[in-house]
């Protein structure tokens, strides 16, 4: 578990469950469902997309970013950022990136699939912990729009 979204969540008075799998559990949206036991669809993943700057899309678990509409949302082409990009602006790896607490600003936007539920299972600071929040906490937290962004 990363001590700094432990503390990243006490800092900024998130409520939220950090919930830490056995190894791999998390590695795809249907491994995190299983293991949590909800649907796939309240794996909430946080894609990292690049242009002229790094952006974060939040959406659901069975759904994928459409770089086709973020790219018009975004008035640039975006990109999926790799892997070390990733770590580089986050501060976390891959499989592990949270919806906040990273080490540089990102842009970010909630994909408007997941407001069809009121809790969610998000990635929380490393491959294997997952945080169980509300999807209100999360908008409220993160003051960014509902976007469609996904297919």
Sequence with gaps: MSERIVRYLREHGIEGELIVLPPDMAKTSQLAA????????????????RGSQPYLVILSGDRRVDLVKASKL???KLV???????????GYPVG???????????????DKSIARFELVYTSGGSPDT????TVSELVNHLRAPFVDVSR
């Design 34 to 49: 299983s293991a949590v036991g909800c649907e796939v669809a309240q794996i909430a993943k946080n894609i990292v997309l």
């Design 74 to 76: 975004a008035g640039e």
């Design 80 to 90: 999926l950022m790799e892997p070390d990009q990733v770590l580089k602006y986050t």
């Design 96 to 110: 592990g990136v949270p919806p906040f607490g990273h080490t540089r600003p990102l842009k970010t936007w909630v």
């Design 130 to 133: 997952l945080l169980k929040i």
